[in-house]
């Protein structure tokens, strides 16, 4: 039977309980294109329990390979247009002319009801997370082992043309400027190696203090007993 310990007000809080009654926490990864970020996420996805993807609405066209409603959900600008207005959006950004956003209700529900949510999401977005949910976020930057590595992995790809990927490299510059304002890097030059590290992340945070609204609860049962204990030998 699991330990379980009674706090001053009288309410039995279970190990399992302490452990399981916690928010959920948003895994945020981001990267320069080419850096196998996605990969790691689906890996993480097919994996792990209790993780679920953040399904981001874009305006740009959809890729041969994609599916709505997995991958994106695939809106007009006009449609956009009217959820940032109505602050229906936790974050968005323009990335490469197109626009990517986050619509806040599902994230909240999740979070709240102790479901992590993966978000696969560029630098902008990262940061409007940030000065909306800092302490929910754990921000992960992933960088390819070189750039001949990288440039190789987009054109292995062979959903862009010349000049998207041209657009995309120019983009790294900047982005990869930006890796001392992330919680974590990983450097995917093993993929099986990048994942194990990103994943021994994700269980870390799970077991932070700040999560668990139960821990100090079932602690100070377990302090209440043995001081009972304690005074009953005395």
């Known amino acids: 039977?699991?330990?379980q310990g009674k706090p001053h007000g009288g309410t039995v809080v279970t190990a399992d309980e302490a452990e399981s009654h916690r928010r959920g926490l948003m895994l945020v990864l981001s990267s320069p294109s080419g850096a196998g970020k996605s990969t790691i996420a689906r890996l993480l996805?097919?994996?792990e329990d209790n993780l679920e993807l953040s399904i981001s609405v874009t305006t740009r066209p959809r890729r041969t390979s994609e599916i709505d409603g997995v991958h994106y959900h695939f809106i007009t600008r006009e449609r956009f247009e009217q959820m940032r207005d109505r602050g229906e959006l936790l974050e968005w950004a323009e990335v490469h002319g197109n626009y990517y956003a986050t619509p806040r209700d599902p994230v909240e529900k999740a979070l709240g009801e102790g479901r992590d949510v993966l978000f696969d999401i560029?630098?902008?977005g990262t940061f409007q997370l940030y000065d909306r949910m800092r302490e929910d976020v754990v921000s992960v930057f992933i960088l390819p082992p070189s750039i001949a590595e990288m440039k190789s992995r987009l054109h292995r790809r062979a959903e862009d043309t010349q000049?998207?990927?041209l657009r995309r490299l120019k983009t790294a510059v900047g982005e990869m400027r930006h890796w001392t304002e992330y919680d974590y890097v990983v450097v995917n030059e093993d993929l099986?190696?990048?994942y194990e590290a990103v994943r021994a992340i994700l269980k870390a945070e799970r077991h932070k203090r700040a999560r668990s609204a139960a821990i100090g609860p079932f602690i100070e049962g377990m302090v209440g007993d043995l001081e009972g204990e304690?005074?009953?030998?005395?």
Do not use: C, N, W
């Not at 304690?230 to 005395?234: D, M």
């Open 1 to 3: 039977m699991a330990d």
């Open 45 to 47: 996805l097919e994996r």
């Open 122 to 124: 560029d630098i902008q």
């Open 163 to 165: 000049e998207v990927i």
């Open 192 to 194: 099986s190696r990048a």
């Open 230 to 234: 304690l005074s009953g030998e005395g």
